[in-house]
């Protein structure tokens, strides 16, 4: 069983920045396509980001390209989504998960609000 832990979010104006970590408590995260997904009130989850256990390519929601920035730490076990030009519309709930093979795991989710 995979542990996600999200940290980083938070109130932000509209303009501004954040960044979201995940931490994770498998030993072999370097093997997991790890994600970002974000799910807003009424709405289903959607993804934001997804970069491969393989060669660290990505992968982004078509909102979130030229604003947001996946990235992995394999010795850290951490997975970090840097946003930038932040907008009211960016306000979710946001979720790290963990891929591999039939594993599936999801962290409890961390709150970004974008509001003046």
């Known amino acids: 069983q995979v542990q996600l832990v999200e940290s980083g979010g938070g109130l932000v104006q509209p303009g501004g920045s954040l960044r979201l970590s995940c931490a994770a408590s498998?030993?072999?995260?370097?093997?997991?396509?790890m994600s970002w997904f974000r799910q807003a009130p009424g709405d289903e989850r959607e993804l934001v980001a997804t970069i491969a256990s393989s060669d660290s390519s990505t992968t982004y929601g078509d909102f979130a390209k030229g604003r947001f920035t996946i990235s992995r730490d394999n010795a850290k076990k951490t997975v970090s989504l840097e946003m930038n030009s932040l907008k009211p519309e960016d306000t979710a709930v946001y979720y790290c998960?963990?891929?591999?093979?039939?594993?599936?795991?999801w962290g409890q989710g961390t709150q970004v609000t974008v509001s003046s």
């Open positions: 998960n963990a891929r591999y093979s039939t594993d599936n795991f």
């Open positions: 498998e030993f072999f995260f370097k093997m997991y396509r």
